[in-house]
């Protein structure tokens, strides 16, 4: 869990759970354009915490294990054998192309990548992890996604 912690910016009294539902003070959070507005200003700081920084104001998101979550991930293009792309689809409502080299597995057999043009981490949640896991292949090295331009390892 990635919380805040008594020196940097104070908290923002909100929570993001592992499946990316935001609350505030305990209350889920149902207004997308709110929600997209925070991740839109959200930041990861020096120390790893998730600070959102509005109106010349920064407050820090407790967040119970990375502030995106994949919740699809859908293959594109390709010769039949293998799609050229995976393209996801986030928690703040975007989507982009998975970069390849990016996945690894966490704690509890989770999967991960890097979102955002590598700034911050997202986890898979399971139907995305369904989705994905049709191109993960295992070899004499490991695991590995197999795109129609090669093969790309999946960290452990």
């Not at 049709?134 to 590995?144: H, L, R």
């Amino acid at each position: 869990m990635t919380g805040c912690r008594e020196q940097g910016p104070p908290p923002c009294m909100i929570h993001i759970d592992k499946e990316g539902v935001w609350y505030h003070e305990g209350a889920e959070m149902i207004h997308r354009e709110f929600i997209r507005l925070f991740y839109q200003r959200m930041t990861l700081d020096d120390a790893g915490r998730y600070v959102i920084e509005l109106n010349d104001q920064r407050c820090c998101v407790d967040v119970e294990d990375t502030a995106y979550v994949v919740r699809r991930a859908v293959p594109e293009g390709g010769d039949g054998g293998a799609p050229s792309r995976i393209v996801l689809s986030l928690s703040d409502d975007s989507t982009e192309t998975l970069a390849s080299a990016g996945l690894w597995v966490g704690k509890d057999n989770v999967l991960y990548c890097s979102v955002k043009e590598g700034r911050f981490p997202a986890r898979f949640n399971r139907a995305a992890y369904y989705q994905l896991s049709e191109y993960i292949e295992e070899g004499e090295e490991g695991f590995y996604l197999k795109l129609d331009g090669g093969r790309y390892p999946v960290k452990i």
